[in-house]
């Protein structure tokens, strides 16, 4: 088998789906591909250049490499109607000629292109959506059917989604709020929605279990002026408004000015970044490669997401810490039996949650619930050999013809 990912970004050293998929989907044994744009994760944010610009770096068109086992193509991209498309993409799943295409998104230049060359090079499709309902307005508030926002969203994604819909496989949504955008919004068939999660390297997220993740974690805390005793609360990501790890800050350095035993770690780079190191007991830290955050999470004992949900919250549980979120998050699977909820923006509740977690038998009983949790349910390893039973019971169904002539571009479009 021979499988394509259409990514619209990749970036070297992390833990994206972009990067993790395709790397165990290899160790299966399946011959995959991932084809991307020269573009770095993120560039459409404002603020990019503040929060990611020193982090991540542009790939080049034309790029080819193997990386993990898996071949990596980076092709070029334009601008149409204010969207980044592919640029060459038709020629290049021609030249890999693939029996599966698993596009990131539904909606958008890459659902559309890969649902445009399918029925010429004869690949089965498969999309993705990974929007969650609180980056979505339209999910949390409503708005009547004439409005111009839901007009707008009907013609700018309901209406094509349901056209990459009809030809597509499955679309994996991450979690339950995911797959309602998807119906609701992005025009996907209801009966092709499945909620599929996305998975943790476990041989890299884990908890400690040698001496030598013991000396890492003591090291790493000393270097912050730590003392065992010491509570650290951690936070990773963009120190931006959306994300609001500021309210974290702020809660640590309550606790901390009153003599509790709490301090924070912010991971990361964004606005924020000056007020959150002027509280109290909280130091910020550069973004770093994926390899290098287990030992960095391995040092906390609490790790935090006050607003929006997070990949890294998996990371973290896989790694023995307990999960605080807000009462709104809906993938709550990244938390059940191993975290604790506090209201949405109340820092009072906050900080009620994380005297909480004082106790550090508390800590570990959550911790290892969660630890356990994400190396049974969420590992690459277990969400790639999923993936690929729907690959292989997709093939055994009629099979396309592939022609033998290069697929050339539509109406000089791609």
């Not at 619930?369 to 055994?396: C, I, P, T």
Request: glycine share 8%; aromatic share 10%.
């Amino acid at each position: 088998m021979r499988v394509a990912l259409l990514a619209g970004t990749y970036c070297k050293g992390m833990g994206y789906l972009e990067n993790m998929l395709p790397k165990y989907l290899a160790r299966l044994g399946v011959e995959t591909h991932i084809v991307a744009t020269d573009l770095p994760p993120y560039y459409w944010l404002r603020d990019f250049p503040e929060t990611y610009g020193n982090f991540v770096s542009q790939s080049h068109p034309g790029t080819v490499e193997n990386p993990d086992g898996y071949t990596l193509h980076i092709v070029g991209h334009k601008k149409i109607a204010g969207y980044a498309r592919m640029v060459g993409v038709g020629d290049k799943l021609s030249s890999i000629r693939p029996d599966i295409v698993q596009a990131s998104v539904c909606i958008g230049w890459i659902a559309l292109d890969a649902a445009l060359y399918k029925g010429a090079i004869g690949y089965k499709l498969f999309t993705g959506n990974h929007y969650h309902a609180s980056v979505f307005p339209l999910a949390t508030q409503p708005a009547p059917w004439w409005s111009g926002q839901r007009l707008h969203c009907m013609l700018t994604r309901t209406l094509p989604g349901r056209l990459v819909g009809l030809v597509t496989e499955k679309c994996y949504a991450i979690a339950p709020d995911c797959a309602d955008v998807a119906i609701r919004f992005f025009g996907v068939p209801r009966g092709k929605v499945e909620i599929c999660p996305l998975g943790v390297d476990t041989e890299l997220f884990a908890p400690i279990s040698s001496e030598k993740d013991r000396q890492a974690r003591l090291q790493f805390r000393e270097r912050l002026g730590l003392v065992e005793s010491d509570i650290l609360c951690i936070y990773t990501g963009r120190f931006s408004e959306d994300k609001n790890p500021l309210l974290l800050a702020e809660a640590v350095a309550r606790l901390a000015s009153a003599g509790q035993p709490y301090r924070g770690l912010f991971v990361g780079n964004g606005i924020q970044g000056k007020a959150i190191e002027s509280c109290v007991g909280c130091v910020t830290h550069p973004f770093v490669p994926v390899h290098q955050l287990p030992d960095i999470f391995r040092a906390a004992d609490i790790a935090v997401w006050p607003a929006q949900e997070s990949l890294s919250m998996l990371d973290a549980a896989a790694c023995g810490l307990p999960i605080v979120a807000n009462h709104t998050m809906t993938a709550q699977e990244r938390t059940e039996g191993n975290g604790s909820f506090y209201r949405l923006n109340d820092r009072e509740d906050l900080i009620r949650v994380l005297l909480g977690l004082r106790d550090q038998h508390t800590r570990q009983h959550l911790g290892t619930f969660g630890a356990q949790k994400v190396a049974r349910k969420f590992s690459w390893h277990a969400v790639a050999k999923r993936r690929l039973a729907d690959y292989e019971s997709a093939l055994r169904t009629k099979t396309s013809v592939k022609p033998k002539a290069v697929v050339e571009s539509y109406g000089g479009l791609d």
